[in-house]
């Protein structure tokens, strides 16, 4: 079987994408997603993305983690697959996209995209972290310097928790630099590892910052291992909405694969 892919990059988040339009991906298999993803025996990424089609929206996008599984909303993948739509004629330059979670309004202004996000009115502290769901779950850590972390020990004991356990949860360290700017490491699940930035993420981390200092924020700006986010929202008693997640995106290359499953 041969597979046609572009690999993309949102900030070091990286991606397969795949046009599914004719719905000939074997997308049933766990384990031909996760061969993909491999980074030592297959292509290598993230998480991998299909561009199925949608009778109310130019294309859904159908987001898989690097274990195989599908996931939740993904904030990078969803700015990369509307600049792989658009330079495929898939959708205009400003368009909306259907995911997992509902509707997204997108636009694409050369490499920079920005998509709008699901509102969000809920969140928790558990102890001195606060519990947020921007589409995916996160836990925000706000500490005070990410650099000095065992990211993968500490993110991987949180795993197993008995509040996670059971679907696993992204894990933010967030440092504040100064009043909206921001400072990102995050752990992935599904990836099980550290990711070179998180869409969501990002979010998760830059409504936190609101959360806590108790400020008229509208605008955070998010730096990343692998660049830097930005993150707008409306704020009405930390019931957040018109939430954009925008930042640049790189198509790496594309290529064909002769995948055979086991």
């Known amino acids: 079987m041969n597979i046609y892919f572009d690999k993309y990059h949102g900030c070091g988040n990286d991606f397969i994408i795949i046009n599914n339009l004719s719905n000939t991906f074997p997308k049933t298999s766990i384990d031909t997603i996760k061969n993909l993803c491999d980074r030592n025996l297959g292509i290598g990424a993230d998480g991998l993305i299909l561009i199925n089609e949608c009778k109310s929206q130019p294309f859904e996008m159908v987001y898989y983690n690097s274990d195989g599984k599908i996931s939740t909303m993904c904030g990078n993948g969803g700015r ?46 558990i102890n001195d972290d606060i519990f947020i769901d921007t589409g995916s779950p996160h836990l925000v850590k706000i500490i005070e310097d990410v650099s000095k972390i065992n990211i993968l020990e500490i993110s991987r004991s ?28 995050t752990y992935e699940r599904g990836v099980e590892n550290e990711t070179l930035s998180c869409g969501t993420g990002a979010v998760a981390a830059a409504l936190s910052l609101s959360i806590v200092s108790k400020s008229n924020l509208k605008k955070v700006s998010v730096k990343t291992l692998g660049g830097d986010l930005f993150v707008e929202f409306k704020n009405h008693d930390n019931n957040f909405y018109d939430i954009y997640l925008s ?3 790189k198509k790496v290359f594309s290529g064909e694969i002769n995948y055979e499953e086991n």
């Open 80 to 125: 990369c697959a509307m600049h792989y739509s658009y330079l495929n004629g898939i959708s205009a330059k400003k368009s909306k996209f259907l995911a997992c979670d509902g509707i997204h309004d997108a636009d694409v202004s050369g490499n920079f995209v920005r998509i709008s996000l699901k509102d969000v009115n809920k969140y928790k502290f």
């Open 158 to 185: 949180i795993q197993k928790l008995e509040d996670f356990k059971s679907d696993g949860v992204n894990v933010n360290y967030v440092s504040v630099i100064n009043e909206d700017t921001i400072q990102l490491r």
């Open 247 to 249: 930042g640049k995106v």
